[in-house]
């Protein structure tokens, strides 16, 4: 599962970097980045952060 943020559904409210450092992180943009694209089954909790945004701006794909 790689993990893909929306650019223009992202309000930057730092939840999924908060819930899954191992794999998002707060740019300098204010939004939020992936920098860890495979690091979904090692950290376990994409699926969380996903579920938490509250704009539904990240996805999980195959
Ligand atoms: S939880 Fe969603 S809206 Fe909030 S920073 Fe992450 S991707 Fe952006």
Redesign the pocket.
């Known amino acids: 599962m790689k993990p893909v943020?929306d650019e223009e559904?992202?309000?930057?409210?730092?939840?999924?970097?908060e819930i899954c450092p191992a794999v998002?992180e707060?740019g300098d943009d204010d939004?939020?980045h992936v920098i860890k694209p495979d690091g979904c089954q090692e950290a376990g909790c994409c699926q969380e952060?996903a579920e938490?945004?509250?704009?539904d701006?990240?996805s999980l794909e195959d």
């Open positions: 943020v559904l992202c309000i930057g409210c730092a939840l999924c970097a998002f707060m939004l939020s952060a938490e945004c509250p704009v701006a990240i």
